[in-house]
Nanobody, 125 residues
Framework: QVQLVESGGGLVQPGGSLRLSCAVS????????VGWFRQAPGKEREGISC????????YYADSMKGRFAVSRDNAKNTVYLQINSLKPDDTAVYYC??????????????????WGQGTQVTVSS
């Protein structure tokens, strides 16, 4: 059974940083890509990144390059999303997901079959 559990969200001041975690089970890194997404109130879900199942390379949506960084701890079956220089516009529920996404459709939500429950990130002073 594929499961993803996010954690690490919270209230952060503008300019701060957060590291979100996504603990996965029920599949191996070679099976599926792992993506990060976010959804702000009243907005569509937005793709941030995906880590390829073929070689572990991480790709970022153009709008997300620079302040977001993904890493992975194979021993802990956990993927991390580091977010730096947080802005109020980063306020959203952040999700990790897994599925058969490829390099071309890396940040397309419809390519991901399994989703975590999300973790809330609020950026406010």
């Amino acid at each position: 059974q594929v499961q993803l559990v996010e954690s690490g969200g919270g209230l952060v001041q503008p300019g701060g940083s957060l590291r979100l975690s996504c603990a996965v089970s029920g599949f191996t890194w070679d099976d599926y890509a792992v993506g990060w997404f976010r959804q702000a109130p009243g907005k569509e879900r937005e793709g941030i990144s995906c880590t390829s199942s073929s070689d572990g390379t991480t790709y970022y949506a153009d709008s997300m390059k620079g302040r977001f960084a993904v890493s992975r701890d194979n021993a802990k079956n956990t993927v991390y999303l580091q977010i730096n220089s947080l802005k109020p516009d980063d306020t959203a529920v952040y999700y990790c997901a897994t599925g058969r996404a490829t390099r071309i459709d890396c940040v397309v939500a419809a390519r991901y079959r399994w989703w975590g429950q999300g973790t809330q990130v609020t950026v406010s002073s």
